[in-house]
């Protein structure tokens, strides 16, 4: 018997196949011990994984493989571990502090200091619930309504979502991909689009979701140039900051505030949730430019209240003892990212992929298939994967995959995308 449900998840909805019997219950007991393994990619089970309650893992029949939202399928960094144990112990359930300038703030100026040579000053943080609530309060404040938002896509998909839903206007400047499959930016495109007399803001995905492009520091200044010459706002989400591979550089968006005016009015969204997996819990972070403090305190605290305080005190954890999991991690999706080629080279030859420069997600060209839905052809197949349409036009015949798992997942997961062959979801 099979039950159909709908999944409604940042305004996309999927049509979903989950068996109307009851779902595998949650781990008992406690919680298994980090092994302190070189690789958190390798920890977990497949069944082990089955068993957990968030949307990856539940959203599809449990006969899937589900490569898709950005969630990671690791445990947590030992020292958030830790960190939520002992306020789990001591009933350390209350508020989240909004205005902690020692906690996690401290912690965040200091993670940027040490790992991006960045300084950010304490005072310019403001806590957010979420990255996109964070978008969606300072789009409805400090923009007005039916102005226009730059955005580049093809690029994660909720950027349209919450910029309609802030009552303003979506306008396009898509990225263009290279002969090598590197998606930038075409720059006179975008100059054109920065003119539009509506256009007052740009929202920058910086590192890219989906394409994993890295903007360099040279790309942001003429991107920077180019919106103070229009005189258009740059709000950057860098939530995948910290998720850049070995041989790129990801350049902070305020860390350009000396050299230009844009960049120092800009105000920057990021969070702990995707590094260290913590999307649950509830706490991100926005940081004003040296000339953008005003406007940040002028957000309206309903529109940014419902931070958690376990992701308050998970981020914390995660800026202050996090590095040396995060480095094992990105050596983990480093290895992946290169099997993933070697094993789309061997069984499914005609995908065209480009490993990304950051994150977890793989935006792969399957135009060559002939599919007319890849994404809907290799859940067919057993494997859920973003269908590239949700991500704009340019996304059609794309999918994007997630490589936060396990080698062997990812293996089997290929091995599925290329055999024609459905998986029994009954
Ligand atoms: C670019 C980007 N921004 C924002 C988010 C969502 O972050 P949050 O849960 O903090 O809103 C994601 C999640 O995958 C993302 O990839």
Not at 82 to 110: H, I, N, R, W
Not at 213 to 221: H, N, P
Request: charged share 20%.
């Amino acid at each position: 018997m099979r039950a159909r449900w709908s999944c409604e998840h940042d305004g996309h909805v999927d049509n979903l196949c989950l068996p109307s019997t009851s779902q595998p219950s949650p781990p008992a007991g406690e919680p298994k011990p980090f092994p302190g393994q070189p690789n958190p990619l390798t920890v977990l089970t497949l069944a082990d994984l089955r068993r957990r309650r968030s949307l990856k893992w539940r959203a599809y029949h449990p006969n899937v493989l589900p490569l898709w939202v950005a969630e990671m399928d690791t445990l947590l960094a030992p020292a958030i571990r830790e960190a939520l144990a002992e306020a789990v112990a001591g009933g350390d359930t209350g508020y989240a502090v909004s205005a902690d300038p020692t906690g996690v703030v401290e912690a965040f100026a200091e993670f940027m200091a040490q790992r991006h040579g960045t300084s950010v000053e304490p005072a310019a943080c403001t806590l957010v619930p979420d990255v996109l609530r964070g978008i969606g309060a300072v789009l409805s404040q400090l923009t007005g309504g039916g102005e226009g938002v730059l955005i580049n896509p093809p690029v994660y998909h909720p950027f349209f979502s919450y910029i309609r839903f802030a009552g303003r206007r979506v306008v396009e400047s898509p990225l263009v991909p290279d002969p090598t499959g590197r998606w930038g930016l075409d720059l006179d495109r975008l100059e054109a689009d920065l003119a539009r007399p509506e256009v007052t803001s740009y929202l920058l995905c910086n590192p890219h979701n989906p394409t994993g492009t890295v903007f360099g520091r040279s790309e942001l200044l003429a991107i920077a140039g180019l919106a103070e010459r229009h005189g258009v706002r740059m709000l950057v989400d860098e939530i995948h900051g910290p998720l850049v591979y070995p041989g790129g550089t990801f350049t902070p968006f305020l860390s350009l505030a000396g050299e230009s005016a844009a960049a120092a009015s800009a105000i920057v969204f990021t969070s702990a949730s995707k590094a260290w997996n913590l999307p649950g819990l509830v706490a991100g972070l926005m940081v004003a430019g040296p000339d953008a403090r005003g406007d940040v305190v002028s957000v309206p605290a309903p529109a940014i209240r419902g931070v958690g305080h376990f992701g308050v005190i998970a981020a914390e954890a995660a800026f202050r003892g996090g590095g040396a999991w995060l480095d094992a991690l990105i050596e983990g999706l480093d290895a992946n990212r290169k099997l993933l080629g070697s094993l789309l080279a061997a069984e499914l030859p005609e995908i065209r992929y480009r490993a990304p420069d950051a994150t977890y997600l793989a935006w792969l060209d399957c135009r060559e298939l002939g599919f007319a839905d890849p994404a809907a052809e290799f859940l067919r197949r057993g494997v859920a994967v973003n269908s590239g349409d949700m991500f704009g036009r340019q996304g059609s015949g794309h999918v994007r995959l997630n490589i936060a798992t396990s080698p062997e997942i990812l293996a089997k997961a290929v091995r599925r995308m290329s055999t024609d062959q459905g998986v029994d979801l009954d």
